[in-house]
């Protein structure tokens, strides 16, 4: 069970707005929510390799979705050095 189209994009923007504070990034709304939904999927995509599956509980998947959306943003800065 998920968490579904709107919570999807509700947690992804919460998500995505954490790791912007967190990294001190300055985004919008929209990308907060794309970093977030993205970071997301990239994170429990990382986590299953690794053997680790995270909840379709709205927390864990807000925890998943802000370590994904911190590495897209650490990433994102890596590449334009």
Known sequence: MGL???GSI???G?????ASMIMK???GLFL???LGIVGAIFANWLLGILGIMASGWWVSQLVVGLIGACILI???RAIKR
């Open 74 to 76: 650490g990433g994102w």
């Open 4 to 6: 579904g189209f709107f």
């Open 25 to 27: 990034a300055d985004t």
């Open 14 to 18: 919460l998500a995505g707005w954490f």
């Open 32 to 34: 907060n929510i794309i």
């Open 10 to 12: 509700i947690v992804g």
